[in-house]
């Protein structure tokens, strides 16, 4: 079976402790390995603004993670488990083609978890609107909500 890399980017409560957050990385951490995959790179993106309320919150604790695996189940379970974690209010994950840059032809699929009406595998779009995303929300040009982000970041293209 193909290897893939995912981005796993997860939102906490901003009141969340530290051993709080170390205590669902270790469920993802223990998940991954169980399952065979391997985390790449974990990084901390701090407390942030959302751009919407989200479980009564205006802001939370970002947490990103690259993971590679040959199971597709994994992140299945991934997210399932922080579905039932209470201190996770929102999660998200990418998967990205081998050059760990780029998005699937037409579209990477991506799986949000929120509030009502949160819809599950909504289309992305190209490289080019994920980078753009990436370098504006790094920047802290654009708010940091996660469901329906491409909505209101990128414009419509010709011929949708």
């Known amino acids: 079976m193909e290897e893939r890399y995912y981005d796993l980017v997860f939102i906490v409560r901003p ?3 530290e051993e709080e ?11 991954v390995a169980e399952k065979g995959g391997k985390i790449e790179k974990t990084e901390h993106w701090g407390t942030r603004k959302l751009a ?13 993670q690259e993971i590679r695996t040959t199971h597709g189940e994994l992140i299945a379970e991934l997210e ?10 929102k999660y998200q994950t990418v998967r990205l083609d081998e050059d760990r840059g780029a998005a699937s032809a037409p579209g990477y699929t991506a799986s949000c978890r929120g509030g009502s009406g949160t819809s599950r595998g909504q289309q992305l779009g190209t490289r080019a609107e994920r980078d753009f995303w990436i370098e504006n929300f790094e920047s802290k040009k654009v708010d940091s909500g996660l469901a329906g982000f491409t909505k209101r970041l990128f414009p419509a293209r010709p011929g949708r």
């Open 15 to 17: 009141a969340t402790p």
């Open 21 to 31: 957050i170390k205590k669902v990385l270790a469920v993802v951490e223990h998940t």
């Open 52 to 64: 919407y309320r989200v479980a009564k919150h205006r802001e939370g604790i970002y947490v990103h």
């Open 80 to 89: 399932r488990r922080l579905r039932v974690q209470d201190n996770v209010i």
